[in-house]
């Protein structure tokens, strides 16, 4: 009940200007190009595709603090977006959906991609199949909190 | 003209069935981000390495080359959905403000491109042999970084403009969307355009 209440008083504040939330949407767009797009570069790199004379670990270690950064500007984001109208998102399929793909990939990221793409003597199936599970993922994260508008 | 041939395209039978699809248009939406997000980090780690700041004990040759490839499959994915969201609603986009900022940022990103192509972009290795990088490579990635960040934005902002209603020929899917929000009550998040 308390959180309730909470919510709508961070809600009302975020509603009071119309520009709060484009920004806060901006950033939310432009983080996760950034991150996503730098996990991509290793899962490419994974497939084999990309920066060749670099080994994963070196990529991998290139752009992991980038895409921390990227994150974390997502996850700050992301939550003003969602306190603005805390009902509505709890409501919506996709986005309950993005939570769960987001939750999966980023202990995925940091877990079994992060062990496979730091190490250099991972098979190429095993890589393979690392790169496209990690791509996966994040792109479920992407359709899910388009589809968010569209539910 | 511009606006004639505006109704014109978004009236073709291709675009009709795109704008009247419920399915298709939103997977459009979300490949275009994909592709964003793809796009995104190549032009990200491209500039950040021409700046100096990320992937220093690799050569910017190394990493602008390798990574042209992949970048313009992210950026021929974006512009394919791109396309066909503007195309299918050309009519309201003509009117669009941001939409036409969005257009100009491109006409300047090409600029750009173009401009500093024979010093940076087509010969990084000359980069990789000079004692610092030089600083016409860096400002190359600077304004990079500044214009794609700009147009991803604009490209949101054209979802918060609401069409002139008045001067549209389309029948849109929010018209539809309204009466759902009566009936639901206001459950649908901000700025998206239907």
Not at chain 1, 78 to 106: E, Q, T, W
Not at chain 2, 90 to 112: C, D, G, H, M, P
Not at chain 2, 130 to 153: D, H, Q, R
């Amino acid at each position: 009940m308390f959180l309730l209440l909470l919510q709508n008083a961070i809600a009302d504040a975020l509603n009071s200007s119309e520009w709060v939330f484009p920004i806060a949407e901006c950033f939310h767009i432009a983080a996760f190009a950034w991150s996503i797009g730098l996990i991509a570069i290793v899962d490419l790199r994974l497939f084999g595709v990309g920066i060749g004379h670099s080994t994963p670990p070196q990529i991998l270690k290139a752009t992991a603090p980038w895409t921390l950064i990227g994150l974390a500007v997502v996850l700050l984001s992301g939550p003003i977006l969602f306190l603005s109208d805390p009902r509505m998102y709890l409501h919506n399929p996709s986005f309950v959906f993005k939570m769960y793909a987001l939750a999966l990939a980023i202990i995925f990221n940091y877990t079994i991609h992060r062990k496979v793409a730091s190490s250099d003597s991972s098979s190429q199936g095993v890589r393979v199949l690392v790169g496209a599970v990690s791509l996966a993922l994040w792109v479920s994260v992407v359709f899910g909190g388009l589809f968010i508008a569209f539910a | 003209m511009l606006l004639s041939f505006a109704q014109w395209i978004q009236f073709t039978a291709f675009f009709t069935a795109l704008r009247g699809s419920a399915n298709i248009y939103p997977i459009v939406m979300s490949l275009h981000m994909v592709g964003i997000a793809l796009f995104g980090g190549m032009i990200l780690m491209t500039d950040l390495r021409l700046l100096g700041w990320a992937m220093r004990k690799r050569s910017i040759a190394d990493v602008v080359e390798q990574l042209r490839v992949p970048k313009r499959w992210g950026l021929l994915l974006t512009v394919t959905c791109g396309i066909l969201m503007a195309g299918s609603k050309a009519e309201e986009y003509y009117y669009n403000a941001f939409f036409r900022t969005k257009l100009i940022l491109f006409a300047l990103v090409i600029i750009q491109e173009l401009v500093f192509y024979r010093s940076v972009y087509a010969n990084p290795a000359a980069l990789d042999s000079s004692p610092g990088i030089p600083a016409n490579a860096k400002l190359a990635a600077a304004l990079s970084l500044l214009l794609w960040t700009s147009i991803a934005c604009c490209g949101r902002g054209i979802g918060y403009i609401e069409p002139p209603l008045d001067k549209i020929h389309a029948q849109l899917r929010f018209v539809n969307t309204a009466a759902l929000v009566d009936a639901r009550g206001p459950s649908l998040p901000k700025g998206w355009d239907y």
